[in-house]
């Protein structure tokens, strides 16, 4: 022991007497934290997180590569190791004792980084700091053990000097220690995680910004672990003392051995794709933690009050600060001005009803549909509309959770997906006509994703209680018998009450499909939490809607659809030609809808459509009724169905409202926080208000007197994050 602690305090003297390892150290990471912090403007939003973590990782690679490999090799070369080898030592303390300076030498950087960034730039410290310090350690250590494999297997300084480079730079500029890899294609990303620098990067950031711990990042840290010990033991078998003493140029591949971990590791996320995932969740974070200042915009808060010039702070995705009036200098509040005179700020908006699955139109060919990419593309295409959040009603049951998942989490980017369903039908009830055409094994599968057909009360009170533990977000029951050419089986009344009530007692809300006045006299009555359609068939009586307001229940008129079958039933595809449905797509899409609409194949459905007696003014009627005896109103589309495409559908459904006689503000109220309201969310979306998310919408005009304004789209801000609009369509 005498021995190791002897050579670790040479070892550091004569470490500290090196320029080079002064320079690779501390000076070498700190101008790239100088650098870096002008140059991202480490004041603001998550930069700083970001570039503690760059300047960490660019410090661990010198430490351990240069100034243990390079070290090791310049030793032996100026015939210092040969001094040790007459003494009674064996290289197993020159070995630790190189470790252990390491370490030494660089946690003082590690802990001043910290400090620099939270005295500096007002970085927080960190939750998980021991975390982040331990698998630091681990990070140095490995690096180091890496480091003296390339010094034993080099035959000179040369060597060792390609080597190191080969094995440096690579991790330098893809690991994401100096390039973000936001900027990689995703085949890129795979390639990075069989290195190592690559975890150490996810890892950090995952600590700081996600608050893990090390258990959390496990596999990486015991791969880190085994890089160690591994490295350790074969520098051990490799070592010598003298330059004369040569190694066979196949003694490199002994490199490989070291990381090996990092190799199966990377091949196991090449199968998984798991950190690549949190990678792009984590990228995602720190778009969103950027800090800006709206100033001069009209606001329409959500709930009906409106600032006529004031400014917005986010930071950290969040809304800070609402001003009336000018605001603060942004520079006071280390802000990126965003002007905004003569443009009104938003709420995100809300669409309450939409099915993902579905096209809304006609492909070229629509054997090669496939509905995941789809379901994706549309949420982007509610993104880029400045629809920030959108309720799916009836969507394949794993699909949609899949999907939910990957954009909620961030590794995608689009609209906030709450899920409502499988459809709680009859058997041979609305729903499930969609399948009757298919084989039997297959009709099966889609219909145990897309309905619930209870055969008894106790069996839906089973199906309710199930779905409550699938983590949906809400509960939908189907009442609509149908008419004219369109009739199905209705559901029992006993069955749909137990739905109701297990709905309740589970806290999920109750949507109810509705279409004539028998329809929403039931629901009403087992006190759904919003009716969807109201009636295109027959005007709801005045006491209803009253009953409706006692009851806080939300009307979904979903006019959209009816305007859709309408001009579908016509052959009219003046629904397509809008500015921001062309912009959307898919081009194909809209094509292929076009062709098929003057075709003869849809002739017979756009004659069967025509026969049912759907009535767009007498939902436009009774939506106005509703308003006037004060029901709260919410905007669904019924995105998916003939001519409705996913995308800037509220936008046409407040229109349609205020083209009825409903005030603009009211129609914006509904589609921002009564919406916001229906799906529980109010708390962090649907108003501009501080802690909400930054889900922001600014528009050029003032749509509460011209309500097309909506449609002149200036800028979408999501979670905090400027979005690039262009760009929604190009994620892979």
Known sequence: MKSYIALIQLDLKLALRQKSVLFF??????????????????????????????????????????????????????????????TPITPAPILISATVVGWILFMPLVLFMFCAAHFGYGMPWPERLGSILLFATLAILAFRAIGMILAAVANSMQESQILVQLIYLPMLFLSGATFPTSMFPSWLLIVTQFLPATYLVSGLEGMMLRQESLLANGFPA????????????????????????????????????????????????????????????????????????????????????????????????????????????????????????????????????????APGGFYPDMSKYDPEPHMLRNLAAYLYSGVTAVRSVGDPLDLVLKVRSGVNNGERLGAELFTCGPLFTAQGGHGTEYFKDMPPNIREQAQAQFTRVPASADEARRMVDELKHSDLDCIKAVLEAGAGSRVFNRLDSAIFQAIAQESHAQGLPLAVHTGDVRDVTDAVSAEADSIEHGSFLEAIPDPLFRQMVSQKTFYDPTLSVGEGFRDFAAGKTDLLKRSLVQQVGPADLIEGTEKAMSSKDIEPIRQRIAQFPLNLDIG?????????????????????NFLVLHGPTVQHELALWVQAGIPPAVALQAATYNAARLLRAENHIGSIRVGNDADLLLVDGNPLEDITAVERISIVVFKGEQLDRSDLFNQE
């Open 222 to 357: 015991l791969a880190l672990l085994i890089t160690v010990f591994v490295g350790l033991f074969i520098s051990y078998k490799l070592f010598r003392w003298e330059k004369e003493e040569k190694i066979r140029g196949s003694a490199k591949l002994w490199v490989g051995a070291v990381l090996l971990p990092f190799i199966v590791l990377g091949l196991w996320q090449a199968h998984t794709k798991q950190n690549v995932a949190k990678t792009k969740m984590l990228n995602r974070q720190l778009a969103r933690g950027e800090t800006y200042l709206i100033r001069g915009a009209r606001i329409f808060v959500g709930d009906g009050k409106v600032i006529e010039s004031g400014a917005i702070l986010i930071r950290g995705g969040k809304i800070a600060e609402v001003y009336e009036g000018e605001g603060p200098d942004p520079k006071m509040v280390k802000a990126t001005p965003i002007e905004a005179a003569g443009k009104t700020v938003l709420p995100g908006l809300i669409d309450v009803h939409v099915h993902l699955v």
């Open 25 to 86: 150290n501390y000076m070498f990471p700190l101008i790239f934290f100088v650098v870096f912090a002008q140059a991202m403007h480490g004041d603001r939003g998550n930069a700083m997180t970001q570039i503690v973590t760059m300047v960490i990782i660019i410090g661990v690679l010198g430490n351990g590569l240069f100034g243990a490999g390079m070290r090791a090799v310049q030793e032996r070369e100026s015939n210092v190791l040969r001094r040790y080898k007459v």
């Open 620 to 640: 436009t009627q009774n939506l106005l009724r509703a308003y006037r005896d004060g029901v709260t109103l919410v905007t669904g589309s019924d995105a998916g």
